[in-house]
Each structure stands twice: as C-alpha cells, then as structure tokens.
C-alpha cells in the first residue's frame, strides 16, 4: 500500500502505544536462546535475534488449545464451541517464517476451513523484518527462495540504519501505525538506503543446496527407495524435536478430558508428530509407519513433495531449526544434498 519511516529511537515509543491497545508478541532473550514470548516493555524486544526456539505459528496453532466444551445433567449434553482468539500483534518475524505461515493459511482455510485456526489468523497482526544476515549456520533460506517476502504480512521493517523504513500491506498494518505521528514519509534518500541494503544483503547469503529447488519434487520422485532413509532411521532417535520446532509441521492428536463425575468436559487439540513411534499407530495395534526409516522419509517427502503437489507450496523454508535441534545431526541440507548427488552418480 504504502511507505513509512520510523527512526529507531522512536520505536520504544511505538512498542509502547501497541502494548495498550494489543496482546504484543516479539522475540525476546531467555536463557541463552530466543524464544516469541509476551512483550510488556520496549526493553524485552530484540529484533536483531538469530532465531527463535519454537516458531511464531504457535500463535496461530497453540500447542494446546481447547476447541470445545461439553456437559451434560444425565438427560442432555450440552456442547459449547471455544474460540479464544485476541488481538495480538507479533513482532519481528523472520521471512522464512512467513513464508510458512503462507503455507498454513492455505492448509487450514482451504476446504473445510478450521475455524479455530481463522480466528487467530484475523485477529493477529503480522510484522515481519528483513533479514540482513543469515540467522544460524543450519539456516538455508536463500536456496529455499525464502530470504525475501513480497506480501503475507501486515508490516513489513527493514533496517537502513537510524530508521526503519516500514512497507505498509495492510489496512490491519496502517491501523497500527494511526496517530503515531513519528512515522513519517519517505524521502529520496530513505529510497536510496533501502535498495543498497536490499542488494547488499545477498552476497551474505550462501546457496547451501547443490541443487535448483525446483528439482527437488522430482528428485523424491526417484528417491523413495534410497538406502538413505535406511541409514537415516538408524541414526533418528524418534524424539520429535525436528517437527516440535518445524514452522510448516501442523499435525496434532484430539483428546476428550472427563471430569471425574462424568458431567462435563472439553476437547483439547495438541501438536504431535509423526515422527514418535505410535503416531501411525490405527485400529487393531497396526502401524503403517512403524519404522524410523519410513517416518523419516515420510518428513522428507512431505517437506519436499506432498505439500508442492497438495497447495504449491514447499513444506520446508530453509530456517534450520529441525538441524539444529536434531540430537542426532540429521539436517536437511547435508540430506537433500547426499539424496541428489547419489542419484546423480546412479545415472552415470
């Protein structure tokens, strides 16, 4: 929609005004590592972070949310909905997690839409910032075609020295910079530093993958039957952690919570994953997925393929957090760059 400047020494002061009119969320330090936690004070924000533990999805998709209520006097149940979704502003979120966001917006409002999930989509407040460096060394956003966002977000900051010049998407985005009159217009040479550090910023940025992106769909086409997924399911240790920290992973498990009278309770829906050794678990005690082998190829596949085909969206935007959580180093890039060059020399 439009431009804004705003110098950093005014942006405290902003922070201020959206913490009381809003829920604000940003990354914030904790224990050595970053983690989106709730902002109170200017102080607690830090936008020049590396990366954040869990991913700003949880806002979205919480990691436990109560979706319905239910009691009953013995004659009648009585079923409530619960939907508690409040304005929140989330701040300095990395482009490779927008781009995942992107995919989950189309993966719960496509179809049946999941009403739990679009109600903290419309009540959230998205503010992105470009990054200038590259996060953590695990991070391969730029050959994931991540680095940079177009739209998706409400704000959008970018560093170009004492200011921030702010792109402005949304109506959503323009209401939260209304009446704060330290944003001003932007001037030729605010242009002039914003595309310098818009070209600059590339070299920075290593292309990890030995291969185009686009052949990736392809290249798990050919792959299903690698020993690499043999060899990788020897190391996993079926722990989770790479899907617990995954900004695209969205699959969960519902439960029934009865109180100890029986007269009433709720549903609770909660983050799982496929990777745990009974999430393919069905009816009859059978496992479609029983080995690490498979499920880890399953997540391979899934990241690379089944979502391009499905909503024509990659799964994986290159973050790196699943390498580096990973207590047994399986990372993407060191993967997906064995399964191409192995491929390559069986076609020799």
């Not at 924000?45 to 013995?74: A, C, H, N, S, W």
């Not at 060899?231 to 790479?242: I, Y």
Request: glycine share 6%.
């Amino acid at each position: 929609m439009s431009f804004k400047v705003i110098p950093k020494v005014a942006m405290p002061e902003w922070i201020e005004r959206l913490c009381t009119g809003y829920r604000v969320v940003g990354p914030k330090p904790l224990h050595g590592q970053h983690i989106f936690g709730d902002i109170q004070s200017a102080v607690e924000l830090d936008l020049g972070y590396p990366t954040t533990v869990i991913p700003p999805k949880k806002y979205l998709l919480p990691q436990r949310e109560e979706l319905i209520r239910f009691k009953t006097d013995g004659s009648q149940v009585h079923v409530e909905t619960v939907i508690e979704a409040k304005p929140t502003v989330v701040l300095g979120i990395h482009t490779c997690d927008l781009h995942a966001i992107q995919l989950l917006d189309r993966v719960f409002q496509q179809g049946y839409s999941d009403q739990h999930y679009q109600a903290h989509r419309e009540n959230t407040y998205l503010v992105s910032i470009e990054c200038l460096q590259p996060c953590i060394p695990h991070s391969f956003c730029k050959s994931m075609g991540t680095l940079s966002v177009t739209n998706g977000f409400d704000l959008h900051l970018t560093d170009i020295g004492d200011d921030y010049a702010v792109d402005i998407e949304t109506k959503k985005g323009a209401r939260l910079l209304d009446g704060f009159s330290a944003a001003r217009d932007v001037t030729d040479e605010d242009y002039r530093l914003f595309n310098r550090v818009l070209s600059d910023k590339w070299a920075r940025f290593p292309l990890r993958l030995d291969f185009d992106i686009t052949e990736l769909p392809s290249l798990l086409s050919v792959s299903y039957e690698n020993k690499l997924w043999d060899e990788l399911g020897e190391r996993c240790l079926a722990c989770g952690m790479c899907t617990n920290v995954c900004p695209t992973c969205y699959c969960f498990n519902v439960t029934d919570e009865v109180d100890f009278t029986l007269s009433a309770g709720q549903r609770t829906r909660v983050w799982d994953s496929c990777q745990l050794d009974k999430f393919a678990t069905v009816s009859g005690g059978h496992n479609f997925r029983a080995s690490r082998a498979q499920r880890q190829r399953h997540r391979f596949f899934r990241k690379g393929k089944y979502q391009m085909e499905t909503y024509g969206l990659l799964g994986c935007v290159g973050c790196g957090r699943c390498g580096q959580a990973c207590l047994a180093d399986i990372n993407m890039v060191d993967t997906l760059n064995d399964l191409y060059h192995r491929h390559a020399n069986d076609r020799e």
